[in-house]
């Protein structure tokens, strides 16, 4: 499971002036609580002292495809696949989200057609939105 964890602190900008910031960061663990131990202690490891946690909470995904040196950006792809259901013996649709690192929407959509051209259910592809997450912890 995936929690979303939005954190206000204060940063250096490129000109060495402090600035506020609130950005966003993707957790998977297996709790509430393993979500908040490990936002701290990224914020930890990254040096930053003095943060403030102020929402904490679950994030529907299916799941994050990184692409290692490529992609500064998080891209939501929402999609639906074709699913047989074992008890009623028929087809149903099946909505679902992804995250795909990429550095537009284009090469987002073609690496999320990619993704889904290897499963054996058929596939839409439906809105691939930029999100404000800036890094994924798993």
């Known amino acids: ?3 979303l964890a939005k954190v206000k602190y204060t940063k250096i900008d490129e000109n060495g002036k402090d600035k506020k910031v609130n950005e966003q960061y993707l957790f998977k663990a297996v709790s509430w609580t393993d ?3 490990q936002t701290y202690a990224a914020f930890e490891q ?3 002292n003095e943060f403030e946690l102020y929402h904490l909470n679950p994030y529907k995904i299916a799941d994050v495809n990184h692409f290692e040196f490529d992609g500064s950006k998080w891209f939501k792809c929402g999609y639906e696949i074709t699913v ?3 008890e009623t013996s028929k ?3 099946a909505k679902l989200s992804s995250l795909v690192q990429a550095d537009t929407v284009e090469q987002a959509t073609a690496r999320m057609h990619d993704i889904l051209r290897g499963t054996i259910s058929d596939y839409t592809l439906g809105a691939v939105v930029d999100t404000p997450i800036v ?3 798993e």
């Open 1 to 3: 499971m995936y929690y």
């Open 35 to 37: 979500a908040e131990k």
């Open 46 to 48: 990254m040096a930053i």
């Open 84 to 86: 047989f259901d074992g």
């Open 91 to 93: 087809e149903k649709k």
């Open 135 to 137: 890094e994924v912890f």
